[in-house]
């Protein structure tokens, strides 16, 4: 039996020019393939998102206005290769990791569409996909979890024993997710026995119950500098939150 241990299997991870996935833009972007008895690959881009990058996300991923426009690819050329990417890799049913699958998946989507190109979901159809998040499987498996921002890319990391030097950068945060979710299949032997239609349904699921158990936090019990309202809304979509939805809670 196939584990996902001895499958070829790709990561992925954007960095943006901000939070929301419906309006910022990606200006950077990394792929990581391995497994399978066959050599790693790492394919990488650098876009020019066509606006200003802020400087709170230059702050976190250090890509300046300059290095793009200097270096960065059209973003039409460099978006439809990630998505021809990512479509080979679902089309030949190899798991695509994403930590917080949900942002980026977004991100990539609404970006394909404001920029004229077809989105993945209308490249493969609407079957369900072979994706893996090791953030949703994470609250799934490990549910008491204590601290503020322990569930973040770096704490999670340190709890399954992933050890990176080099953060926030897209190749290093797409390797830093391969390697969660390894150590996740391997800790829990159950997800082997789920397919990928099964998976994808119980991903699904998680994290609707796990936003909406986070709604209801804010609505009742966090205090107003946590953010606490009694309206706070929290998106539960995943993998894709739609447009017509308010982005600001998608983490």
């Known amino acids: 039996m196939s584990t996902f241990a ?6 992925w991870d954007t960095e943006t020019t901000g939070p929301n996935p419906l309006e910022d833009r990606i200006v950077t972007a990394a792929i990581v393939v391995r497994g399978g008895g066959r050599e790693d690959r790492v394919f ?30 059209d973003p039409k050329t460099a978006l439809d290769e990630i998505a021809t990417n990512l479509v080979r890799a679902i089309e030949w049913g190899m798991p695509v990791v994403a930590f917080n699958q949900s942002f980026d998946w977004s991100i990539l989507h609404h970006d394909l ?11 493969v159809g609407l079957a369900p996909l072979p994706l893996i998040d090791p953030h949703v499987i994470d609250k799934q498996v490990d549910k008491y979890v204590k601290g503020s921002g322990m569930r973040k890319l770096q704490p999670t990391c340190e709890r399954y024993g992933v ?9 290093a945060d797409a390797l830093a997710a391969l390697l969660i979710a ?4 391997d800790r829990h032997p159950r997800l082997n026995d ?16 796990q936003q909406a158990g986070l709604q ?7 205090t107003a500098e946590q953010g606490g309202d009694p309206n706070k809304v929290i998106d539960g979509s995943w993998p894709l939150i739609p447009a017509q939805h308010e982005a600001g809670d998608a983490s």
């Open 6 to 11: 001895n499958v070829r299997r790709l990561a």
């Open 44 to 73: 990488s881009w650098l876009i020019n998102p066509g606006i200003p990058i802020p400087a709170e996300a230059t702050e976190v991923h250090k890509v300046t206005d300059a290095m793009v426009q200097a270096d960065g690819q």
């Open 113 to 123: 569409v404001r920029n004229g190109l077809p989105t993945v979901e209308e490249r």
């Open 163 to 171: 050890q990176l030097e080099d953060w926030h950068t897209a190749e």
């Open 182 to 185: 390894e150590a996740q299949f």
């Open 194 to 209: 789920m397919g990928p239609a099964q998976l994808f349904a119980a991903q699904k699921s998680w994290r609707a119950e």
């Open 216 to 222: 209801k936090w804010f609505r009742t019990r966090a």
